[in-house]
Nanobody
Framework: QVQLVESGGGLVQAGGSLRLSCAAS????????MGWYRQAPGEQRELVAT???????SYADSVKGRFTISRDNTKYTVYLQMNSLKPEDTAVYYC????????WGQGTQVTVSS
């Protein structure tokens, strides 16, 4: 069982930045593909970014050039640096860990005011 705990959400003005963190409960998280999803009110959950154990990354088109996903395997933590935030980035952000199945964190709210 893998437990994921997100932190770093909050309220920010448009154009600002936030960094989300996701701490995992097990050292074996190093072999999982980590990711961030988000879900805005009334919308479907959307994949934002992923990072493989080897460090390969992928991003949704809507966040390319603004968001950066990274991982610190020594701290069992993955980060999502969010710059140039827009009101449409407002959502609950979820951390995930995937190998043979996917594990979800509890989510952290990000609100971007215009």
């Amino acid at each position: 069982q893998v437990q994921l705990v997100e932190s770093g959400g909050g309220l920010v003005q448009a154009g600002g930045s936030l960094r989300l963190s996701c701490a995992a409960s097990r050292s074996t998280i190093n072999i999982y593909t980590m990711g961030w999803y988000r879900q805005a009110p009334g919308e479907q959950r959307e994949l934002v970014a992923t990072i493989t154990p080897g460090g390969s990354t992928s991003y949704a088109d809507s966040v390319k050039g603004r968001f950066t996903i990274s991982r610190d395997n020594t701290k069992y933590t993955v980060y999502l640096q969010m710059n140039s935030l827009k009101p449409e980035d407002t959502a609950v952000y979820y951390c995930t860990a995937r190998r043979t199945r996917i594990y979800w964190g509890q989510g952290t709210q990000v609100t971007v005011s215009s």
